[in-house]
């Protein structure tokens, strides 16, 4: 099962774009500590974390594989739905062009 956890609230399980999107709206609203949120694969095998300031790091296997950032929300949007559509070699591509 795939979950969306905000540093907010609670785990959304099996998100929606619609909760990635909504996700991505309120993170500009929290303050520092708050502004984040990350959605995690079946058996954690991989992490995407998103910060405020659009930073994101891609763990795999519970290892930071890389940290980069994203020029738009709308870019950020996009790695998230791939991922939570299991497209997780794309999702890898796509975090290497970053």
């Known amino acids: 099962m795939i979950y969306l956890q905000k540093a907010w609230s609670d785990p959304i399980e099996n ?3 619609a909760d990635i999107r909504t ?3 309120e993170m500009k609203q929290m303050d520092n500590e708050h502004g984040a949120f990350w ?3 079946e058996d954690e095998e991989m992490i995407l974390e998103v910060q405020k300031d659009l930073r994101v790091t891609l763990i795999i296997c ?3 594989c890389r940290e980069a950032k994203c020029a738009s929300p709308k870019q950020a949007e996009e790695l998230f739905s791939r991922l939570i ?3 997780y070699e ?3 591509d796509e975090f290497e062009c970053l």
């Open 15 to 17: 998100p929606s774009l």
């Open 23 to 25: 996700a991505i709206a």
């Open 39 to 41: 959605v995690v694969t």
């Open 62 to 64: 519970g290892e930071i």
């Open 85 to 87: 559509a299991g497209e």
């Open 90 to 92: 794309t999702v890898k």
